[in-house]
């Protein structure tokens, strides 16, 4: 299985709304990430774990929250976002550092 | 501050021709590069890595190459089909082991 899955596929909230992106792999990769991706820009990474601890933020705002429950599973809570946080939002993972990422076909999320 | 560019925002080509797209980089001294397809509304696709002592890297009709003098990778796509029309993605690992960085891209289109 070299697949991660992101659900939802798709997400409209409201600005006061509460919701959580979740994301799966089942390879055994020990590093998970997230990336936000405007149009016709390319991925910008938000937050890495490796082997379930928090590495990298990359200064995300905190109305963003990551949590890795365990090594297989990588969620992304929002609150209170804004209409500009509307974007595709990557997940993807990797065996170690220097090695190949893959991604998940993402979440088009818009803010409303 | 460290950049990576991208030759061109878009590159047309014809069908059987051989497509080259640029990355270069300023700023970094990476221990590998990374390229990446992206097709519209969906997660990248990892193609090839190169680490900083090689020189070439094939596979099938894709060969990368990687000067770290010249601060540039070249990425080769021999025999070209429409099906090859996409993003592509070149990508370094920024300072910090896990973060990779990836650059703007080049719309590839290949036309029968």
Known sequence: DTEVTQTPKHLVMGMTNKKSLKCEQHMGHRAMYWYKQKAKKPPELMFVYSYEKLSINESVPSRFSPECPNSSLLNLHLHALQPEDSALYLCASSQAENTEAFFGQGTRLTVV | ?112
């Open chain 2, 1 to 112: 501050s460290q950049k990576i560019e991208q030759n061109s925002e878009a590159l047309n080509i014809q069908e059987g021709k051989t497509a080259t797209l640029t990355c270069n980089y300023t700023n970094y001294s990476p221990a590998y590069l990374q390229w990446y397809r992206q097709d519209p509304g969906r997660g990248p696709v990892f193609l090839l890595l190169i680490r900083e002592n090689e020189k070439e890297k094939r596979k099938e009709r894709l060969k990368v190459t990687f000067d770290t003098t010249l601060k540039q990778s070249l990425f080769h796509i021999t025999a070209s089909q429409p099906a090859d029309s996409a993003t592509y993605l070149c990508a370094l690992d920024g300072t910090g082991g896990f973060k990779t960085i990836f650059g703007a891209g080049t719309r590839l289109f290949v036309k029968a």
